[in-house]
């Protein structure tokens, strides 16, 4: 069964610094889809970014991008310029490519921006 | 917008009470699922459905239930078989995967909060 690790429960960071929340995964598949979501105080959950595994090429989002390692099964999430609406729980999740393709996530990681 | 709507935001069920959970989606999305977030529990998948009429258990479904007679809705009740309800609930829906295209990632509500009277 495939699963998600996220073994920083909780992160600090300054204003304006750069941030990277850590992301393990496990699974059998060669082709798959990795996310990172962010959930604010408001618990609504959004997509901040997505990689498809079969691409090399690491996905980017204005301020938010990935290193996904294929090999060591590692998807990490780096924020730069961090802004104080960047404070919230972020979810790795992992999905397959199959029809039956639930959504797995690991418990998180909140992030706190010091100002 | 196409979106995601669930109500209420906020629900309190008694000793021994069922309750219901709204979930309604106008995104015209297959596939609906319910997560229950507990604190640092992350989100737990209850029960999921991939087609109208049909729906399948997750990690957590016991005392729980759901239907789908609709495409665009799939309510969640919380049944008194449930000793631990008090959770915050989110429902979310996808469109299906198709072998060798993009997978569409999931759309949230903006979540149901149930406490215990």
């Known amino acids: 069964a495939q699963t998600v690790t996220q073994s920083q429960p909780e992160m600090s960071v300054q204003e304006a610094e750069t941030v990277t929340l850590s992301c393990t995964y496990d699974?059998?598949?060669?082709?798959?889809?990795l996310f990172w979501y962010k959930q604010p105080p408001s618990r609504q959950m959004i997509l901040v970014i997505r990689?498809?595994?079969?691409?090399?090429q690491n996905a980017t989002e204005n301020r938010f991008s990935v290193n996904f390692q294929k090999a060591a099964k590692s998807f990490s999430l780096k924020i730069s310029d961090s802004q104080l609406g960047d404070a919230a729980m972020y979810f790795c999740a992992y999905s397959s490519m199959n029809r039956d393709d639930k959504i797995i996530f690991g418990k998180g990681t909140r992030l706190h921006i010091l100002p | 917008d196409g979106g995601i709507t669930q109500s209420p935001k906020y629900l309190f069920r008694k000793e021994g009470q069922n309750v219901t959970l709204s979930c309604e989606q106008n995104l015209n999305h297959d596939a609906m699922y319910w997560y229950r977030q507990d604190p640092g529990q992350g989100l737990r998948l209850i029960y999921y459905?991939?087609?109208?009429?049909?729906?399948q258990k997750g990690d957590i479904a016991e005392g729980y239930s759901v239907s789908r007679e609709k495409k665009e809705s799939f309510p969640l009740t919380v049944t008194s078989a449930q000793k631990n309800p008090t959770a915050f609930y989110l429902c979310a829906s996808s469109t299906l995967s198709v072998i060798g295209t993009v997978n569409q990632p999931q759309h949230f509500g903006d979540g149901t909060r149930l406490s215990i009277l």
């Open positions: 699974t059998s598949e060669s082709d798959y889809y």
């Open positions: 459905s991939q087609i109208v009429n049909d729906f």
């Open positions: 990689q498809e595994a079969y691409k090399q």
